[in-house]
């Protein structure tokens, strides 16, 4: 696109570091830890001897009079061992207006750690978007999230509200790779003066502060090259923890009193022991912590005494230690004999254990009292007692250690899948042995903490045989956990894009039919609620499929009920690469129609046996729905149709599902079918299949389908086609 002016770049090159770990994962002496005033631990070096491994070699060089580390062209400027974190400088995205000439200049940024041990943190950064009139995405292999900025209110140093100059989105979980760009229809060309350019990145949330000077810059956060600090997580090697314990000469936690911590996104780390601090991945480099020295931390009024990886405080002779505090025994020892003592001290220490015990225990419940209470969870349980008199289905609210136990605390190899909204573990519940699916979900906000009981409530009384029924939640924790019944063949997307080895083949008849049940479930959910519930995330890995291939609708995480009032309207965008409706982003209203976007590309996928998005290929093959409609008006739908359904005789129903699709795809919704619509098409496609004479009688099977409806799609307005530009501008990610 020619309004990209220049495109800045930071890609880190690829080290193929999950396959080569370092032979002897031990440091060599004489290694270099300082660069600058900056420390260097082990794993990381700036000698490729002194390095675990590629991922975890750094630079040290001097510019001018700042010396600086880098790994590769990207400036560190701090590491935790500790932690697992590094601290990395990055390019920020911005549109800019040029006075010289009149028009609008991008500076589109982007991050690629994809193969090197480095991923962001979805805890510590945030995608902060700044300007007056700007709208603009972070999108990364899978997501594009996004917020709108405007200053219909006054901005106000220390505050990021959306209307005020400053937006904010969470970053979702697992991102290596991810590029910021603009929604071109907002722009600075009228408002210039006062605020000439609108920005994106992705940085560390602490780090973060609204100045009113951002908006008035043309360099926001650092002024001499715009580059924002983000927090990466770091792992040693993408596996689990007992797979790098199989391997002894690899294993890279070689220090005594340490411990191997596992991260879905980063694979494994290492950490010293409670009680010891150092460095994990060194020969004897955990040390034992003196508390003693540190009363602050490890507070003790009476004696205190280290010992290894823990320590004890008692009081002086003739003083007992009560509620932390040293007071003088009520009995002087010297009066009782000597087994009464003991015998006193012992129930004494148990005493006082028993009650910091029951302390602590009562404590932990009014913790998790005061999250059930947050969640909704009273108004859930009052609601659910007085329906379940009324012999409503089974719900439960799982507590807590329940779940744990259920998942093996949540064990790394349970999990069945991530998601922007979670990570899913498969459980079995150990009363019953019932295989269930627990979502634990990522933080939410406030708003949607005080709605999470009411939705619950809703979600628990849909009973459709094509959506994944939702047995419980646990309102607990911190973050709410939802329970499903467990769906033991995979995803649709599994079955349609799986792996090579195991391609199968998939009939048009199995295809129409998972289509058809898919479309019934989300017309189920669009009718069956006042407001409707909209689905929000519509696509293939969120169809999953039953024992006999049944087609189940999963995944309410991003589901919401259509708010009443705009009050309610969202201002960030979020969904899946090629699956998201244009419309959506451009309104930032989720509407049922939305839905029925999504399921024109699911319905794609069935037809080409594509994937909806995929980054690899050139930039006009990207996206599958920008490719179909291409294909579709160049007349060349075999090309792209899926060869393994592909035959002579089908080729009218597959036409006809080309079409289906086609309306679901139009950019403006309204244009849309309903969902309800489209199953009614996909169920009356399969009986016709069913009936080969149709198929003979070519005048009969134009009867029984009744005419393509041309009504709508030549409703070709000026407003058709700007919607059109700004899409085709996300789907090729500039
Ligand atoms: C990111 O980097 C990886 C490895 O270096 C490369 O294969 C991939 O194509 C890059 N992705 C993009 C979108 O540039
Ligand atoms: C263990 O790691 C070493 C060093 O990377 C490698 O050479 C060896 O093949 C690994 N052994 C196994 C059994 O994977
Ligand atoms: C360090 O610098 C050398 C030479 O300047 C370069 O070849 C190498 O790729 C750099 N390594 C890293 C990790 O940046
Ligand atoms: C404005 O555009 C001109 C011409 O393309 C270019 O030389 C100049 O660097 C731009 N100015 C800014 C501030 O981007
Ligand atoms: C915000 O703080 C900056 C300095 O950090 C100051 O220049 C600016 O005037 C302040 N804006 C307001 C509205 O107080
Ligand atoms: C942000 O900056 C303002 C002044 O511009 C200051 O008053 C406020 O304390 C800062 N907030 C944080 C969290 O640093
Ligand atoms: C700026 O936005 C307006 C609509 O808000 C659009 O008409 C115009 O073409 C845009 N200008 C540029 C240079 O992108
Ligand atoms: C440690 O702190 C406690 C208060 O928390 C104080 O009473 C005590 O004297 C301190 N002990 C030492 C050794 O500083």
């Not at 002579?648 to 309306?663: Q, T, V």
């Amino acid at each position: 696109m020619d309004c990209l002016s220049r495109l800045l770049l930071i890609s880190f090159l690829p080290s193929v570091w999950a396959v080569a770990v370092a032979t002897a994962a031990r440091r060599s002496p004489g290694c270099a830890t300082r660069c600058g005033d900056m420390d260097v631990p082990y794993p990381f070096g700036l000698d490729p001897q002194c390095a675990i491994h590629d991922g975890f070699q750094l630079n040290c060089t001097t510019v001018g009079r700042a010396t600086k580390l880098l790994y590769l062209d990207v400036e560190v400027t701090k590491i935790s061992v500790q932690d697992g974190k590094a601290w990395l400088m990055t390019l920020i995205s911005r549109q800019c207006y040029n006075q010289t000439t009149n028009d609008m200049s991008y500076d589109n940024a982007w991050v690629n750690a994809t193969d090197t041990p480095y991923v962001l943190s979805a805890d510590d950064n945030k995608i902060i978007v700044l300007g007056c009139n700007s709208m603009a995405y972070m999108q990364s292999d899978s997501y594009v999230i996004g917020c709108m900025s405007t200053c219909d209110d006054p901005p106000k140093n220390g505050s990021c509200s959306g209307t005020a100059g400053c937006c904010e989105a969470e970053l979702p979980r697992g991102v290596r790779y991810y590029q910021g760009f603009f929604n071109e229809l907002y722009n600075t060309t009228r408002i210039w003066r006062k605020a000439p350019c609108n920005y994106i990145t992705v940085m560390e949330s602490a780090a973060f502060n609204f100045s009113t000077t951002y908006l008035t810059s043309t360099a926001f956060y650092d002024a001499d090259d715009s580059r924002t600090p983000v927090v990466m997580e770091w792992g040693i090697a993408r596996q689990t923890c007992e797979e790098a314990k199989a391997n002894e000469t690899a294993y890279a936690c070689v220090s005594d009193h340490s411990d191997c911590v596992y991260s879905d996104a980063a694979g494994y780390r290492c950490r010293c022991s409670s009680g010891f601090e150092g460095n994990p991945y060194i020969l004897d480099g955990c040390t034992d912590i003196n508390e003693c020295l540190d009363n602050a931390t490890y507070p003790c009024a009476g004696i205190c005494e280290n010992t290894l990886g823990d320590f004890t405080c008692s009081c002086p002779r003739g003083r007992n230690m009560i509620n932390g505090v040293c007071v003088k025994s009520q009995r002087s020892t010297w009066m009782v004999p000597v087994v009464g003592a003991s015998v006193g001290l012992a129930t004494l220490v148990i005493g006082i254990t028993c009650a910091y015990l029951v302390r602590e225990r009562r404590k932990l419940h009014r913790i998790k009292q005061r999250y059930f209470r947050r969640h909704g969870g009273l108004l859930l349980f009052e609601e659910m007692k007085s329906q379940h008199n009324q012999g409503a289905a089974a719900f439960t609210i799982f507590s807590e250690e329940e779940l744990q136990q259920a998942t093996a605390n949540f064990d790394g190899q349970r999990v069945l899948g991530h998601g922007g909204h979670g990570t899913v573990y498969k459980g079995v519940l150990n009363k019953s042995g019932t295989e269930i699916a627990v979502k634990r979900c990522m933080t939410i906000d406030e708003q949607q903490k005080k709605e999470f009981g009411k939705e619950m409530l809703i979600l628990s009384q849909i009973n459709h045989r094509n959506i994944v029924k939702l047995l419980g939640c646990c309102l607990e924790v911190e973050v709410p956990m939802l329970v499903y019944e467990f769906i033991p063949n995979g995803t649709l997307f599994d079955l349609i894009h799986g792996d090579h080895h195991r391609q199968q083949h998939v009939s048009l008849d199995t295809r129409l039919r998972i289509a058809y049940e898919s479309a019934e479930a989300l017309a189920y959910l669009h009718s069956c609620a006042s407001p409707p519930i909209l689905h929000g995330d519509v696509k293939s890995t969120n169809i999953l499929l039953d024992g006999d291939y049944t087609a189940k609708v999963s995944d309410f995480g991003a589901s919401i009920l259509a708010p009443n009032d705009k009050s309610q309207f969202v201002t960030v965008v979020q969904g899946t690469c090629g699956y998201l409706d244009p419309e959506y982003m451009q309104t930032y209203e989720l509407t049922d129609k939305s839905d029925v976007y999504s399921f024109g590309v699911v319905l794609l996928e069935l037809l080409t046996g594509k994937k909806a998005f995929n980054l690899e290929g050139p930039e006009k093959d990207r996206s599958l729905s920008m490719r179909f409609l291409y294909a579709m008006k160049e007349n060349k739908l075999e090309d792209i149709v899926d060869d393994q359904i592909k035959n002579s005789e089908n080729i009218e129903y597959l036409e006809e599902i080309a079409e289906l699709a086609r309306r679901c795809l139009e950019m403006s919704g309204v244009n849309r079918p309903t969902m309800k619509e489209v199953a009614d098409r996909l169920d009356r496609l399969r009986k016709i299949m069913q009936h080969p004479w149709a198929h003979e009688n070519p005048e009969e099977l134009d009867k029984l389908l009744g005419e393509p409806s041309t009504a709508n799609s030549t409703a070709t307005t000026g407003n058709f086609s700007i919607t059109k530009r700004a899409a085709i501008g996300l789907e090729s990610g500039r």
